[in-house]
């Protein structure tokens, strides 16, 4: 039996880390106007894992807001660096959200879609083999 995998999520200071075991249930990034504002970016590159699998280490500084979708999602930032590291959702209730950009992990997984396709920057070129989702 091989060991699973872990994936560690963690704020510039290193003071709030997400550690998830095993495979995501899905990746994907989020281009809608919420995602690209707290990623400071133009998306949000999430994995999905169940809750069970993830452990958080140090204090969160939580923000809680209505998704385009009108669900609610909960952001787990640093109190110290601000950096944005995982988050909880309303249509998610039994997974955790690592944010993959706050992971030192170049070789993780692609995206298997993206959100809100319709309002990304469009500059910004989908990958072939990325499914593209006007809204959510």
Known sequence: MTE??????ACL??????????AP??????ACRNCQRKSASVFTYAAIFR????STEGAAARYRYEGD???WIENNFC??????VF??????PDYIGLNVGAMDEPDFEAPRRMYWASRRHRWLDVPDGVEEVETQ
Not at 4 to 9: E, F, G, M, S, Y
Request: include cysteine; aromatic fraction near 10%; charge should be positive.
């Open 13 to 22: 200071c290193g003071r709030l880390r997400a550690s998830a075991r095993g």
């Open 25 to 30: 249930r899905d990746v994907y990034v989020c």
């Open 4 to 9: 699973a995998r872990t994936h560690t999520a």
């Open 51 to 54: 809750a069970e699998d993830v």
């Open 79 to 84: 109190p110290t660096c601000g950096g944005f």
């Open 69 to 71: 979708s009108g669900r």
């Open 87 to 92: 988050f909880t959702a309303q249509g998610f």
